[in-house]
């Protein structure tokens, strides 16, 4: 395994030494052993909870800013409408009525996906991203408890905020990487379809690349 020093000198700060404890359980159950694959699940995991700083999806967005993520979504206030409507009547949302409300705007933006409710059922704030690997939406916390909250002895449906913690936030992204058949991907060194699968995106694809090749390298040389 890679050592807990060269994992916490590359998320300072953070709290990795809180998670690093667990990784030998979860590294055992999906099979993540090889310094490709450990360093491949610490640079994914690592860039998706801001370097082991953040465990619960920030979803507090300016007015300014939510056009610019949610851009089929929102759109800016023109002169004369309305702040206090959530719907324009052309059909997008107001980011007035949205911004600085992270519950409104996860009930909105999550409603009616990754089987949430609609927007009133309070799914996409319940069901948020949670974790080193942020876990969202009621169907994948449903599979994860089905696939191994069961076993373990938690209920990660009637108790998300579970997957915030180290050891079940561990658990949580083994699963996924499990579930996805990510090491495939880590074997070949394959960082392009990790990062879409892990961020269904390539957002911070350079950063990703940066933080595995120098864990990979530290891994290495570890074993010489």
Excluded at 158 to 171: C, F, S
Excluded at 197 to 220: A, S, V, Y
Aim: proline share 5%; glycine share 8%; aromatic share 12%.
């Amino acid at each position: 395994m890679i050592k807990a020093t060269s994992i916490m000198a590359q998320f300072p700060a953070s709290s990795i030494a809180e998670y690093y404890p667990f990784a030998r359980e979860i590294f055992e159950y999906a099979e993540i052993n090889s310094p490709e694959r450990e360093s491949m699940f610490w640079a994914q995991t690592g860039h998706e909870c801001a370097g082991y700083t953040r465990f619960i999806e920030n979803l507090n967005y300016s007015e300014a800013r939510l056009p610019q993520v949610w851009p089929k979504r929102f759109r800016t206030i023109k002169v004369g409408e309305r702040r206090d409507v959530p719907v324009f009547a052309d059909g997008k949302r107001n980011p007035a009525f949205y911004a600085k409300n992270p519950e409104r705007l996860a009930n909105y933006v999550y409603g009616n996906r990754l089987g949430n409710g609609n927007e009133a059922s309070g799914d996409g704030w319940r069901y948020r991203g949670r974790g080193p690997k942020m876990i969202t939406g009621k169907s994948n916390y449903i599979a994860l408890n089905r696939d191994i909250g069961m076993g373990l002895g938690v209920d990660f449906v009637k108790n998300p905020d579970l997957v915030a913690t180290p050891r079940w936030g561990m658990w949580a992204a083994a699963w996924f990487w499990k579930r996805n058949g990510l090491n495939a991907f880590a074997d070949k060194k394959d960082m392009v379809r990790t990062t879409e699968i892990i961020n269904g995106g390539l957002i911070g694809l350079k950063e990703r690349t940066t933080l595995f090749d120098l864990l990979l390298k530290d891994n290495l040389s570890s074993l010489a």
